[in-house]
C-alpha cells in the first residue's frame, strides 16, 4: 500500500492567489518548529550554525538567499525528535544559466535534536507570543540581521552588529548604520533585508482522485496572461497544426499535470521514503550520494514544486535564469545522530523542452 504523501501550501500574502496572510508573526519562530518560506530561516540548532560559507554560491561568491524549511521529525530515531530541513538557493540568474542539472546553486541543509536538548523544552510549545522569547539564535551567537545568517563580521566602528559578508555590511550601512554608528552605540537596525516574501507552510495530505469535485475548475489566475497572449498572438494556426502534430507523447509531463491538479497550489509534496513525483521524461533522476556523515543511502524527502517560483517572483526570464519544474531532495535514511547542520543531497529537473515555433 503507497504511503500518503503531504502537500504544503503558501500561507502569506499573495494578492495574485487572493491569498491573505493568516498568523501571527511569532509563529514563525524557531521555538514553534514552523515550516515556512522565505523570511529569515528559524533555525533548529541555535548553537552550532553552519558558517556563511557553507550557504555561499561556488559560482558568483555571493551568499545564498534562504528558500525555505520543512519540520519533518523522525519518529523512529531518538536524536531526531525534532528535524528540520533548510534549502538555499543562489538568486544570480547567470548561476543557474551556466550549470548543469546536478551544479544549479543550491544547498540543503539537515538539523536535528532529541527531544531532551539545551534549547528547547520538553514539553511542546505554547501557542501564545509571549512564551519563552528567550529562545533565540541571537543568545547564542551573532547573526546578520539582514539575512538571518550566523554573522562573523563585526562592525569594526560600534562593534554591536555583525554581518555574514561585507555585500550585507554595505548594505546595511547605506540604508541607516550609517547615519547610527559611532564607538559604543547601539544598533537599531534591521536597516535592509535580502529575503524573500515570507510565510508558513501548511500542511494537508493530499487529496484522493474520488475526493475531488468533478467539475471543472478556473486555473486562469496562474496564467501570466502576457506570455499565453503575447508570445503567441502573431504565429498563425497552420504553424501550430504542425508543431502539435510533431511532438512526441510525454507520459511524464502528462502524470505530472494530471497529480498535481488535485491541489494546483501546493508548493512542497513531502513523501519522505516514497517515491517522487517526476516531472520529465527523458532526464532520470541521479541516484543520491550515500549520506557523508555515517554512509547510509539517502532516500527521497520533498520536492519543491514550479508553483513557488511564481509566489516568490523567480523563473520570469524566458531563457535561462532561477527555475525549476522540482527540486528533488533526498536526505540520510537514518537520521543519523549529528552536530549543527550537515549537507544533504538535491536534483533539479525542468520540464522537457518543447518545440514551440519562436
Known sequence: MSKNVDLGFFNGDFPAWDLE???EDFE????FFPSKVGGRPAWLDLANLPKPSTTQCKKC????RFLLQVYSPDDGTESAFH???FVFICVQNQCWSDSTESGKPIVVLR?????????????PPVDRPDWRPDIVPENFGSICPVCGIRGD???????????????????????????????GGKYGG??????FPEGLIEIEEEPSEEELHQESMDYSNLIDPSISIEDTKDVPAEEWDEVEANQTHDKASEKFNKRIRRAPRQIIRHNRSGEPLICSGTVPIPEPPKCAACGAQRSFEFQIMPQLLNILGLGTDIEGGV????????????SCGIEGYVEESWTVLNFDASDLPI
Open 111 to 123: 538539523s536535528q535534536l532529541g527531544r531532551k536538548n539545551q534549547f528547547y523544552p520538553f514539553e
Open 28 to 31: 514563525l519562530c524557531s521555538r
Open 83 to 85: 528535524r528540520t530541513i
Open 190 to 195: 534591521p536597516h535592509a533585508s535580502d529575503v
Open 61 to 64: 561568491g555571493n551568499g545564498m
Open 323 to 334: 527555475d525549476w519544474a522540482s527540486i528533488y531532495i533526498f536526505t540520510c535514511s537514518r
Open 21 to 23: 496572510k493568516d498568523f
Open 153 to 183: 563580521k563585526t562592525c569594526g566602528r560600534c562593534r554591536s552588529v555583525s554581518y555574514c559578508s561585507q555585500i550585507h555590511q554595505k548594505l546595511d550601512w547605506k540604508k541607516g548604520h550609517k547615519a547610527e554608528c559611532q564607538v
